[in-house]
């Protein structure tokens, strides 16, 4: 494994928030209008933080457990934050309006209301009294006569029916209720959209939105709900739009449970017809390990026997073993496949980085990047693969997560030249060994962030457009789980993690498929399907969650996992996985970085101790069945 400063999946979270960005918030709460009369309301998590300001960017003051009572004076001119007094804490606190329940129907006077253009102005008086109430179910919405504006200045009108107000600072709106409808256009927070309808789940709300002859389709759990439901139709499955088919698969059937889509255009050729295809690997069990260089190899394969597990990946470094042009050196790398092969684990390798006479000239040499001739890394691979053919070297990854500046050079972003990169070393690894999987270099995810970043579904888009089903026996991806568990989709991502205590918000305050280890997964599987390669299986190069508190403050999210919730949130990946049908070898981030790189950002991600003792993780995939 390369050297870094940063764990590539983090820096998804800063390019998001550069990209989506954070509240524009003070650092103290507000003051508020109090009156006497009063709004009382309970909470509805199992545990839910409370915090010293209107928004997930102030610090946590306490926690509450479900059914907690609380009593509201106020909230923010958004109206998605209360100022509540709760027993216990000395003076008002703010809690998350969408979590709680409002007992009372009582509404509160237009001239009551928040009029100030100020991004957060004075919480308004309340003439109603609310209560939490214990509930079984995540509710984001209350049902309740608005308290304040959701925009400044702006009144909420719902005596023609109730009006939901989307949250997210960008919200799409479809046509249809679900991720797989198309976008039919995009809104702002604050948005107001006159509910008609709810879906058969009772997830999205069907709308009347301004500017729009169509009846849309919005989220429940991105917005707030303003008047009641009552009376507002349920429609039945034959009463909403017809679901979205993907394109027919060209040797796959389609998966098992259907994947949510990502944003992606109508197809631009026929299902993809390769020659030379191999037969399906399937699904397997795979660990991230670092045994380059140090001599561990046979206690780390060990230990990955132990656990059930027949893959093991490795990344290698391209500019260790090619110094200079043909001069190729893999003393370090027989010994791994030596012991590979006595016991029975199938290797991949991951090869990045370029030596420095390959790379173009006045190249950023503070980062790893491709060569100016992608001759020059076909040639080395095609060695490679000769080099071990028949072993138990089985595949090799051709890149890693190039839709980073500092995985490219600080070049570019570029699908296109990616996929020239890829084009003549899938050729040179077939030519040398036929039966070498090649799998496409994985993406980070991330969001779009001018050169910095390219969003991993645009950017695996694009790399359908330029041909790469024809030059990958397999997609490569990182999906990652940060704080949020791995069955949890992205939509769900904020209310999954106030229900734990979070103290890592980047579920919330950027809504993002990259937050979501599921919701990654079942995007990249869209995107093959509407491209014709559902033959294409995807394989997780690299995943897993953080856990037992962050080595790096840059990674704040393993604060918020116990080795428990690692546990069980790394099992259940492995049991998804498995059962979609559609997943090659997956492997976890990461073996023994405990043992190798102890109290660095790597280590965190490891399931072995500093003494190569199981973590709870080890533990639990080692019983899991296989």
Same mark, same amino acid.
């Not at 709900?225 to 429609?235: I, N």
């Not at 045994?291 to 026997?305: L, N, S, W």
């Given at each position: 494994?390369?050297?870094?400063?940063?764990?590539?999946?983090?820096?998804?979270?800063?390019?998001?928030?550069?990209?989506?960005?954070?509240?524009?918030?003070?650092?103290?709460?507000?003051?508020?209008?109090?009156?006497?009369?009063?709004?009382?309301?309970?909470?509805?998590?199992?545990?839910?933080?409370?915090?010293?300001?209107?928004?997930?960017?102030?610090?946590?003051?306490?926690?509450?457990?479900?059914?907690?009572?609380?009593?509201?004076?106020?909230?923010?001119?958004?109206?998605?934050?209360?100022?509540?007094?709760?027993?216990?804490?000395?003076?008002?606190?703010?809690?998350?309006?969408?979590?709680?329940?409002?007992?009372?129907?009582?509404?509160?006077?237009?001239?009551?209301?928040?009029?100030?253009?100020?991004?957060?102005?004075?919480?308004?008086?309340?003439?109603?009294?609310?209560?939490?109430? /214990?509930? %079984? #179910?995540?509710?984001?919405?209350?049902?309740?006569? &608005? =308290? !304040? *504006?959701?925009? $400044?200045?702006?009144?909420?009108?719902?005596?023609?029916?109730?009006?939901?107000?989307?949250?997210?600072?960008?919200?799409?709106?479809?046509?249809?209720?679900?991720?797989?409808?198309?976008?039919?256009?995009?809104?702002?927070?604050?948005?107001?959209?006159?509910?008609?309808?709810?879906?058969?789940?009772?997830?999205?709300?069907?709308?009347?939105?301004?500017?729009?002859?169509?009846?849309?389709?919005?989220?429940?759990?991105?917005?707030?709900?303003?008047?009641?439901?009552?009376?507002?139709?349920?429609?039945?499955?034959?009463?909403?739009?017809?679901?979205?088919?993907?394109?027919?698969?060209?040797?796959?059937?389609? /998966?098992? %449970? #259907?994947?949510?889509?990502?944003?992606?255009?109508? &197809? =631009? !050729? *026929?299902?993809? $017809?390769?020659?030379?295809?191999?037969?399906?690997?399937?699904?397997?069990?795979?660990?991230?390990?670092?045994?380059?260089?140090?001599?561990?190899?046979?206690?780390?394969?060990?230990?990955?026997?132990?656990?059930?597990?027949?893959?093991?990946?490795?990344?290698?470094?391209?500019?260790?073993?090619?110094?200079?042009?043909?001069?190729?050196?893999?003393?370090?790398?027989?010994?791994?496949?030596?012991?590979?092969?006595?016991?029975?684990?199938?290797?991949?390798?991951?090869?990045?980085?370029?030596?420095?006479?390959?790379?173009?000239?006045?190249?950023?040499?503070?980062?790893?990047?491709?060569?100016?001739?992608?001759?020059?890394? %076909?040639?080395?691979?095609?060695?490679?693969?000769?080099?071990?053919?028949?072993?138990?070297?089985?595949?090799?990854?051709?890149?890693?997560?190039?839709?980073?500046?500092?995985?490219?050079?600080?070049?570019?972003?570029?699908?296109?030249?990616?996929?020239?990169?890829?084009?003549?070393?899938?050729?040179?690894?077939?030519?040398?060994?036929?039966?070498?999987?090649?799998?496409?270099?994985?993406?980070?995810?991330?969001?779009?962030?001018?050169?910095?970043?390219?969003?991993?579904?645009?950017?695996?888009?694009?790399?359908?457009?330029?041909?790469?089903?024809?030059?990958?026996?397999?997609?490569?991806?990182?999906?990652?789980?940060?704080?949020?568990?791995?069955?949890?989709?992205?939509?769900?991502?904020?209310?999954?993690?106030?229900?734990?205590?979070?103290?890592?918000?980047?579920?919330?305050?950027?809504?993002?498929?990259?937050?979501?280890?599921?919701?990654?997964?079942?995007?990249?599987?869209?995107?093959?399907?509407?491209?014709?390669?559902?033959?294409?299986?995807?394989?997780?190069?690299?995943?897993?969650?953080?856990?037992?508190?962050?080595?790096?403050?840059?990674?704040?999210?393993?604060?918020?996992?116990?080795?428990?919730?690692?546990?069980?949130?790394?099992?259940?990946?492995?049991?998804?996985?498995?059962?979609?049908?559609?997943?090659?070898?997956?492997?976890?981030?990461?073996?023994?970085?405990?043992?190798?790189?102890?109290?660095?950002?790597?280590?965190?991600?490891?399931?072995?101790?500093?003494?190569?003792?199981?973590?709870?993780?080890?533990?639990?995939?080692?019983?899991?069945?296989?």
């Amino acid at each position: 494994m390369r050297r870094r400063l940063f764990h590539p999946i983090i820096l998804s979270f800063a390019l998001l928030v550069l990209l989506i960005g954070l509240p524009s918030f003070a650092l103290a709460a507000p003051p508020s209008q109090e009156s006497s009369d009063t709004v009382t309301a309970v909470t509805i998590p199992p545990r839910m933080n409370v915090r010293s300001g209107p928004a997930t960017t102030y610090r946590v003051v306490g926690n509450v457990p479900a059914g907690t009572e609380v009593t509201v004076i106020g909230e923010n001119a958004d109206g998605t934050w209360a100022r509540v007094e709760l027993e216990g804490f000395d003076g008002p606190v703010w809690v998350a309006k969408w979590l709680l329940t409002i007992q009372t129907d009582a509404a509160i006077a237009p001239s009551q209301r928040v009029t100030s253009t100020a991004p957060i102005s004075p919480t308004v008086a309340l003439s109603v009294t609310a209560r939490i109430t /214990p509930t %079984a #179910a995540i509710t984001p919405t209350v049902s309740v006569e &608005p =308290v !304040a *504006a959701q925009k $400044a200045g702006a009144i909420i009108d719902t005596s023609a029916g109730p009006v939901a107000v989307t949250t997210p600072t960008r919200m799409n709106v479809r046509g249809g209720p679900g991720t797989d409808y198309p976008i039919a256009t995009g809104v702002s927070a604050g948005t107001q959209a006159r509910i008609v309808a709810l879906s058969p789940d009772r997830q999205w709300y069907q709308v009347e939105l301004e500017g729009q002859a169509d009846k849309l389709w919005i989220s429940v759990r991105l917005t707030t709900l303003h008047g009641s439901l009552d009376g507002v139709p349920q429609l039945s499955e034959e009463q909403i739009p017809p679901r979205p088919q993907p394109a027919p698969p060209a040797v796959a059937a389609a /998966p098992s %449970a #259907a994947p949510s889509a990502a944003p992606v255009a109508a &197809p =631009v !050729a *026929a299902p993809i $017809a390769r020659s030379a295809a191999l037969p399906g690997i399937g699904f397997g069990y795979g660990v991230q390990a670092h045994v380059i260089h140090t001599g561990q190899e046979g206690q780390a394969m060990d230990k990955t026997r132990e656990m059930g597990f027949s893959w093991m990946k490795q990344q290698i470094e391209w500019r260790i073993f090619e110094s200079s042009p043909g001069q190729y050196g893999f003393g370090d790398i027989g010994p791994i496949v030596g012991a590979a092969n006595l016991r029975g684990i199938n290797l991949l390798f991951s090869v990045v980085n370029a030596p420095d006479w390959a790379r173009e000239p006045g190249f950023d040499a503070s980062v790893g990047g491709p060569p100016a001739d992608p001759q020059t890394l %076909a040639n080395f691979l095609g060695r490679l693969a000769g080099e071990y053919c028949g072993s138990s070297l089985k595949a090799i990854e051709v890149w890693n997560e190039q839709n980073l500046h500092y995985e490219w050079g600080n070049r570019p972003l570029n699908p296109a030249e990616y996929v020239a990169l890829l084009r003549p070393s899938y050729a040179a690894i077939k030519a040398a060994c036929p039966s070498m999987y090649v799998i496409s270099g994985a993406l980070t995810p991330a969001g779009d962030n001018g050169t910095l970043a390219m969003d991993d579904f645009r950017y695996l888009e694009e790399m359908f457009k330029q041909g790469v089903a024809r030059y990958a026996d397999g997609i490569g991806a990182h999906p990652s789980g940060y704080n949020v568990p791995a069955s949890v989709v992205w939509q769900d991502g904020c209310a999954a993690i106030q229900q734990s205590g979070n103290s890592f918000n980047g579920a919330c305050d950027s809504p993002h498929h990259s937050w979501s280890f599921r919701s990654t997964m079942e995007g990249y599987r869209n995107i093959a399907n509407v491209y014709g390669a559902a033959h294409l299986p995807i394989w997780p190069t690299e995943f897993g969650w953080a856990a037992g508190g962050a080595f790096n403050p840059a990674y704040a999210y393993a604060n918020d996992n116990s080795y428990e919730e690692q546990a069980a949130w790394t099992v259940e990946a492995y049991q998804m996985m498995k059962a979609w049908g559609w997943v090659g070898p997956a492997f976890l981030w990461n073996l023994n970085f405990r043992v190798v790189a102890n109290g660095t950002e790597k280590a965190q991600w490891g399931i072995v101790r500093n003494d190569w003792s199981p973590l709870p993780v080890y533990e639990a995939l080692r019983n899991m069945p296989k």
